[in-house]
């Protein structure tokens, strides 16, 4: 991986508090370790193997992989891609019901979504229950809030039965605004749906906003140590494992499913995709979805945090909790969010959240600055169960719109019921195949008439773009090369990396993030390094490496014009 400044201009580690430790190294496949039992899997005869080991066990030290890729071809009742919350609450729910269980995570433990949230634990997820009240029903409304506060409870149950050491502690959670009557509703709806929810005309600390809701008995946690907990808690049980960089390259749905990996593959009744887009796409959820960035400050105050969390929505939303760390407190505020790729400069969303937090708090510093990738449904409820047509042995768990914590919590157990045969009473509110032209119909021809001029507009500014212009150290453009579009980006070294600036996903042009250097895709969300790498998305593969025609004439490099040094790169994650 080349070094990119990765904003030197900005203050704060580039990382959440949970994920911290995990940059202290690069993840080494070959420093997890093994633990040396062997077992028995419980899969059904024609699914199991001889015999298959157990997840190698979390090591004491950091800066490696607490659980080894997978090496080996495996057969399971059900092969789960993706160890965030999602994920790995679906797993221990279907090991607890019998199922032979693989998960399969392309980084590490919670390394992706989960692990830059802001990791609150909440039925209070903005504007939502006089929207659904409005626009599903009552009864969907009330089956939306007893499955976020099951999901709560289910947390609390297993940090308590586990003996997880993850910060979880009960609080109140206030959404406050200036628009009065809307507050009102919702406080209303949110009532009627069986939540313990009051209108309130005072907010501390923010006495100038008109009106909130306050929900009581809510919650926050670390995400990471309360998976790890979780994956310590499969790797114990026969018939699971759990694999971390182990990147899913193709998945062939059918009876049995298939899924190829970098080194290996597995075979497996049921597959689930608890990824932030489905690798699998068969019920145009490229259309039904879309990829927002917000951004996140991690703050050391000079005096004490605000107790409770706190919520403003709208487009330039804000959310404010307090983190309690081994070592310090800190208080977590997060907004400027915006669809990926067609934001602008991320650095100055970063600069726009310290301004806004610094004149409301007593910031001391700016420890952490994160930033994270949701997806959002048109009709903001999430999709969790089966796939689509051709794949009806695969299921999905995605479109969280940044509530993750109680609706992956939610979606495993929703998942788990499914396989076993089971009708969950929410089933159909999350269905994926669900048809709401009432409330989504819009939203989905605004968005895709988005996508489309995206595809359009970014497609011809490559083809017409300058390529002489200098690229400053840290910095990336697209260019053209004869008709097609280059990604460059030029490292701290000076060092030139060109590729493909075309997702593969659905083939539109990347942009440039000039504060995560890395390529984005505005039309679905995709995320590569600059070398090509793929981080995050429904792509499956990486942007292929190009070569500046100065390098192929005359293989040097020579100063800081464009094109004047090459080095490009790709690989897997």
């Known amino acids: 991986m080349p070094d990119f400044p990765f904003d030197a201009d900005l203050p704060g580690r580039p990382t959440s508090p949970w994920l911290a430790s995990t940059l202290e190294s690069p993840p080494d496949e070959d420093s997890s370790r093994k633990t040396a039992a062997e077992t028995e899997s419980e899969a059904d005869p024609e699914t199991r193997t001889e015999a298959e080991p157990e997840s190698e066990r979390r090591p004491e030290t950091t800066g490696t992989l607490d659980y080894a890729p997978l090496r080996a071809d495996r057969s399971v009742d059900v092969a789960v891609v993706g160890a965030g919350i999602a994920g790995l609450s679906t797993a221990l729910e279907l090991r607890e019901r019998g199922y032979s269980v693989v998960v399969l995570e392309r980084d590490r433990i919670a390394a992706g979504t989960t692990g830059k949230s802001t990791a609150k634990l909440t039925s209070q997820h903005g504007l939502l229950y006089d929207h659904l009240r409005r626009e599903f029903g009552r009864r969907q ?301 819009a939203d989905t021809l605004t968005e895709n008439a988005d996508a489309a001029s995206q595809f359009a507009t970014d497609w011809a500014r490559s083809l017409f773009s300058d390529d002489a212009t200098p690229i400053a150290p840290g910095d990336g453009r697209v260019v053209r090369r004869g008709a097609k579009p280059v990604a460059c980006a030029r490292d701290d070294e000076g060092q030139l990396h060109e590729v493909s600036a075309v997702c593969p996903h659905t083939y539109c042009v990347v942009e440039w993030n000039d504060a995560e250097a890395s390529w984005d895709c505005p039309c679905h969300g995709s995320r590569f390094a600059p070398d090509g790498n793929l981080l995050e998305g429904p792509a499956t593969d990486d942007l292929s490496p190009r070569r500046s025609p100065s390098d192929a004439s005359h293989g040097s490099r020579s100063g800081s014009g464009f094109g004047s040094d090459s080095g490009s790169g790709s690989g897997s994650e």
Request: net charge negative; with cysteine; proline share 5%.
């Open 141 to 441: 409304a009330r089956q939306y809030a007893q499955t976020q506060e099951a999901a709560i409870d289910a947390v609390e149950e297993r940090v308590d039965d586990l003996e997880i050491d993850c910060g979880f502690e009960r609080h109140h959670s206030y959404l406050y605004g200036d628009r009065r009557d809307a507050m009102e509703r919702e406080a209303a709806a949110a009532t009627e749906a069986g939540l313990e929810a009051t209108f309130v005309t005072s907010v501390p600390p923010f006495e100038r906003s008109q009106a909130g809701v306050r929900f009581e008995d809510q919650a926050w946690f670390d995400p990471r140590a309360y998976l790890l907990g979780i994956a310590d808690e499969l790797a114990g049980l026969e018939g699971a494992s759990v694999h971390e960089g182990t990147r899913v390259t193709d998945l062939e749905p059918g009876s049995p499913c298939r899924i190829r990996t970098d080194a290996a593959s597995v075979e497996a009744r049921r597959v689930v995709l608890a990824t932030g887009f489905p690798i699998l796409d068969r019920a145009g959820y490229f259309a039904r979805m879309h990829p927002k960035r917000s951004y996140v400050l991690g703050l050391r105050l000079d005096g004490r945090p605000p107790e409770g969390m706190y919520y403003r929505p709208g487009d330039d939303y804000r959310s404010i909790r307090t983190h309690r760390g081994e070592d310090e407190t800190l208080l977590l505020v997060g907004g400027e969010s915006h669809k990926t790729g067609q934001g602008g400069s991320a650095r100055e969303r970063y600069r726009r959240l310290e301004g806004w937090a610094r004149e409301r708090f007593p910031v001391e510093e700016v420890a952490y600055r994160w930033s994270t990738q949701d997806y959002v449904t048109v009709d903001k409820v999430p999709f969790v169960g089966r796939a689509g047509p051709g794949a009806e042995n695969v299921y999905i768990a995605t479109g969280f719109r940044g509530w993750g914590m109680t609706n992956g919590v939610a979606a495993g157990r929703l998942l788990a019921e499914r396989i076993a045969g089971a009708e969950p009473a929410a089933g159909d509110l999350f269905d994926p195949l669900r048809f709401t032209p009432k409330t989504s119909l």
